[in-house]
């Protein structure tokens, strides 16, 4: 197990879960976490033994989003949070969409704006059915700065990403699953068995296939179908297994 102060990594065969660890304080995100989640997520990208990548929280939050007293007294211009945490938090996030590894995010609870951005990072969420989701950048007079308004709008439909956003009220991990953010809800009992279940499925397909996919998907959504087609149409990957998977239908 490698600890840091606010984020315990355990590596198990392939998958490695990533814990975001302030209990007492739900988990909130502060400057040096961010920092820290980063080289956690930047070391794992380069470990070639990780293919599946558990993003979670420890204790009843996955996380309850930034940890505002973290911000002292500074002035928040433009209702930004400003580079302390943008930067080192786009880096995180930036790491979670682009590593050659499917990256899974198990909401147990409390999921807030800025941890809310975390998870629409990764590639698939799993969340307990009693999980509490949120933007509640409105609430605060906040706005986003680490992907929410181009993320969620994508996965959740414009309609319902405005509401969401507008209103900022808290919804469910049943709301998730039921409108496609999540791709599965289970009572959080069984959450940790769903996500076993579900990494157990990613682990037989092929590494690089699966990372071929993640990056054309990533393609998908950075453009236009012509332009998505012809990436997809000149791209090459390293996939080692095709022949030994293939064999049997020869």
Not at 7 to 12: G, K, P, Q, R
Not at 94 to 99: D, F, G, I, K, N
Not at 195 to 215: F, M, P, R
Request: aromatic content about 6%; overall charge negative; charged content about 25%.
């Amino acid at each position: 197990m490698t600890e840091t102060a606010t984020v315990l990594t355990t590596v198990a065969g392939p998958v490695a879960t990533v814990t975001l660890s302030r209990p007492e304080a739900l988990n909130a995100l502060t400057p040096s976490m961010l920092v820290e989640l980063g080289d956690e997520l930047h070391r794992l990208a380069h470990d070639d033994a990780v293919r599946v990548v558990v993003l979670t929280g420890e204790g009843r939050a996955f996380c309850s989003g930034v940890d505002l007293k973290a911000l002292g007294g500074r002035s928040l211009e433009g209702g930004s949070v400003g580079d302390v945490l943008d930067l080192p938090a786009r880096r995180a996030i930036e790491l979670l969409t682009t590593m050659a590894k499917i990256v899974v995010a198990k909401v147990n609870g409390f999921c807030f704006t800025g941890a809310l951005e975390l998870a629409l990072g990764c590639d698939l969420i799993v969340a307990a059915d009693e999980a509490k989701f949120g933007d509640t950048h409105a609430k605060f007079g906040l706005r986003p700065t680490w992907g929410m308004s181009q993320r969620l709008i994508r996965l959740v439909g414009v309609a319902r990403a405005r509401e969401l956003s507008y209103t900022a009220r808290t919804f469910s991990g049943v709301e998730a699953a039921e409108w496609g953010l999540a791709v599965r809800s289970v009572p959080r009992d069984q959450l940790d068995a769903a996500v076993d279940e579900l990494v157990t499925t990613l682990l037989a397909n092929s590494a690089g296939s699966l990372a071929a996919y993640k990056d054309l998907y990533r393609a998908a959504l950075d453009s236009d179908l012509v332009a998505g087609l012809a990436y997809e149409a000149g791209s090459e990957y390293e996939i080692t297994d095709t022949d030994e998977r293939v064999a049997d239908f020869r």
